[in-house]
């Protein structure tokens, strides 16, 4: 298909270029790594390659050397809508160049092809307890595809490493379709009439889902759609991104490292803290029953500082700048439903909090992050469910991290095996 023969028209030419750095630069020193690093989770430890996005402190994210509102502004979008086409991004993050609008329907159809989800995966998520978390479930149906790699079948069958993109491209096809499908039966399952859900062929990814959820409000599909936009890559260095490229680099099928990425996102480091932002927002809506006073927001902010807690959705690790995939979902809540409570309260944190970090002096960044506005926008649609929302990041996320595996393949990265060293180790470095 489509992206298939993108890909396979530039791999020379890629090939050649690292191969080349390799054989000229190899030996070139990179960056280096302390103590405190090592000791640190590697924290911005350069040690990772990726051209499929990049997180730029002053701008935010990157797809494909693009910031976020070039990536929106560019992309084609389903007539009448606001938003683009999920399939659209899809190309853009697999082939690097901006899809005309005929390639990214090429994408949605290939989606729509290959959307019926197995029964054995719905038997799956049927017999699981009830209070099973959605992340698990998740991760458990996308094990559920494995059966079906194609990747592992030509693996077997001895096919060369150099080749083995192909069938990663063919599996990162087959389970992209089946995600939002699999999303909306698990919430279905837990929360509501426990149906299958349909998927419309004539209808875009992002309009689907939103169907599939049953949610009623039409802007719903633009939100579903930018939604899994932003949330689709962030760099290697996150959690379930570095953890899709380390099972992958083992030659482990895209089923079996997309569902370790999930394990990962589910951890509360990582997609909770959404949920954690909502909550603390719904918290202040509690407190003063309804919107507060700018003086009573920046009063309730303080009292968090100084209680040794931190104000949800703000400051960033990388980012110096208020972060973009905020911007866009803010500018979205404003323009939909700015008399929303939640929303309104969403918005004057937005005016209220930076300026009281900034006088505590501790963190970095002031500005808000992703974080801050997502929950309260699916809430407002009807998604009220808290721990549902790492199923949508993850669906989102499998964008970004299935283009990361099969240019892995296709580059033949490695195993990935960094070394360990002891406490001892450390410690006589330190003496030196
Ligand atoms: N509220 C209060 N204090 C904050 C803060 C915030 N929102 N953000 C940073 N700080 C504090 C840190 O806790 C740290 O304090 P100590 O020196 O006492 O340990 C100090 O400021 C310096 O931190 P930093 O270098 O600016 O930030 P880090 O890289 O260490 O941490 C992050 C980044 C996101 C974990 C942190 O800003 C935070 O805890 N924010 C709130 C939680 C949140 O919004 N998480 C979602 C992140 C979304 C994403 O990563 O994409």
Redesign the pocket.
């Known amino acids: 298909m489509i992206l298939h023969n993108k890909i396979d028209s530039q791999l020379e030419s890629w090939r050649t270029r690292v191969t080349k750095l390799l054989k000229e630069s190899g030996d070139k020193v990179a960056g280096e790594v302390t103590i405190s690093q090592v000791y640190g989770g590697m924290?911005s430890v350069k040690a990772l390659v990726t051209d499929i996005s990049f997180v730029d402190p002053t701008v935010g994210i990157r797809y494909r050397g693009h910031t976020l509102p070039v990536v929106l502004e560019k992309l084609p979008k389903p007539k009448g809508a606001e938003m683009p086409y999920v399939g659209g991004l899809y190309y853009l993050l697999m082939v690097g160049e901006f899809p005309t609008e005929e390639e990214a329907l090429e994408v949605e159809a290939e989606w729509a092809k290959n959307s019926t989800v197995p029964d054995h995966v719905f038997k799956i998520l049927r017999g699981m307890p009830k209070d099973t978390h959605p992340m698990a479930l998740f991760s458990q149906a996308i094990l559920g595809l494995q059966v079906d790699s194609e990747f592992a079948k030509r693996y077997a069958e001895g096919m060369g490493k150099k080749a083995l993109w192909r069938p990663a491209l063919d599996d990162a096809i087959y389970m992209t379709s089946k995600l939002g499908v699999i999303a909306a039966f698990i919430y279905r399952l837990k929360y509501g009439d426990k149906g299958e859900p349909f998927y419309d062929h004539d209808a875009d990814y992002g309009a689907n889902f939103a169907r599939m959820m049953g949610i009623k409000d039409k802007k719903y599909e633009d939100m579903a759609r930018l939604y899994f936009i932003l949330h689709a890559d962030?760099e290697s260095g996150?959690v379930s991104a570095h953890t899709m490229h380390l099972v992958g680099s083992s030659l482990a099928d895209i089923f079996y490292a997309f569902s370790a990425a999930m394990n990962g996102l589910a951890g509360p480091?990582?997609g909770l803290?959404?949920q954690?932002?909502l909550a603390f927002v719904m918290g202040i809506h509690e407190e003063f029953n309804g919107v507060p006073t700018k003086e009573q927001l920046a009063e309730y902010a303080w009292e968090?500082?100084n209680s040794g807690?931190?104000?949800?959705?703000?400051?960033?690790?990388?980012?110096r700048v208020p972060?973009p995939?905020y911007t866009e979902q803010f500018n979205f809540g404003k323009k939909h439903f700015a008399d929303d409570e939640l929303f309104q309260i969403v918005e004057m944190m937005d005016e209220v909090?930076p300026a009281v970090?900034k006088e505590?002096g501790?963190?970095?960044?002031?500005w808000p992050?992703?974080?801050?506005v997502s929950g309260s926008l699916q809430y407002h649609y009807g998604i009220k469910e808290f721990d549902f929302y790492t199923v949508l990041f993850g669906v989102g996320r499998a964008l970004g991290v299935t283009a990361n595996y099969v240019w892995a393949r296709a580059l033949g990265q490695p195993l990935e095996r960094p070394k360990s060293l002891t406490t001892a180790m450390l410690e006589d470095i330190a003496a030196k």
């Not at 992050?369 to 801050?372: H, K, P, R, Y």
Request: glycine share 6%; hydrophobic share 35%.
């Open positions: 924290r962030h996150n480091l990582h803290a959404n954690n932002c968090t500082l807690r931190v104000i949800p959705g703000y400051g960033h690790a990388v980012l972060d995939r909090i970090l505590q501790k963190a970095k960044n002031p992050n992703v974080d801050a």
